[in-house]
């Protein structure tokens, strides 16, 4: 069997083992940073926080669509309740400033009847689209679950990062930055949180020179 070598007069065998062993310190060096558990995470909870994002601009779009519907269905409804009303009321008035008439209160008594029904179907129909925009906004408990998971994944994945910087910066960096943190929120040695609020996100990117 013919021995393949590189360029460099390298044979394979060597260049194949010196390339598996770069590749293992990679490998272990990663593992000891913790990157291989942070990588293996995000893989996992970015793509589900994607997920979980669309389905709260689904779940808020079909309520708005809810809302839009029962608002323009109950719109005529109110609009008929007022323009009868209205009407009645001219009636009734030019009833009492003219002479009396049995025949013509009988007819404007039932007139006024009518209007009493169709305004109690119109009440009743109205209430009907007013428990729809009701039910419409059961969606803001599901979602707001949805958003505050995403946000502690965020939050959490933001943090973790920071720590592997602080943990692995230079010397004379890290020094500096947990000089600078002596007077607020400090390191936490744990990495559950690093620093507290966005501004002291900002000082400790800017202290390590990002």
């Not at 995470?41 to 809810?66: C, G, N, W």
């Not at 323009?72 to 323009?83: I, N």
């Not at 209430?127 to 729809?132: F, K």
């Amino acid at each position: 069997m013919v021995d393949v070598s590189d360029a460099a007069g390298i044979p394979q065998d060597e260049m194949l083992s010196r390339v598996g062993h770069m590749t293992r310190a990679l490998h272990e060096s990663l593992r000891g940073l913790g990157f291989d558990q942070l990588i293996e995470r995000a893989s996992h909870d970015i793509p589900d926080a994607r997920d979980r994002l669309d389905y709260v601009a689904r779940m808020t779009e079909q309520a708005a669509q809810r809302v839009l519907n029962a608002t323009e269905a109950a719109g005529p409804l109110q609009e008929q309740v007022q323009s009868g009303a209205a009407a009645m009321a001219t009636q009734w008035q030019q009833a009492l400033q003219g002479g009396f008439s049995e025949e013509k209160y009988k007819a404007l008594a039932e007139q006024t009847i009518a209007h009493l029904n169709a305004t109690q179907a119109a009440t009743t129909e109205t209430r009907q689209h007013l428990m729809n925009i009701m039910m419409a906004q059961d969606f803001q408990d599901l979602t707001g679950q949805v958003i505050k998971k995403v946000t502690e994944l965020a939050h959490g994945l933001e943090q973790q990062l920071l720590q592997l910087l602080v943990d692995y910066a230079p010397a004379e960096k890290k020094k500096e930055v947990e000089t600078g943190l002596l007077n607020g929120p400090q390191i936490n040695p744990t990495g559950n949180d690093v620093v507290a609020g966005q501004a002291q996100v900002d000082d400790l990117l800017e202290s390590l020179g990002f």
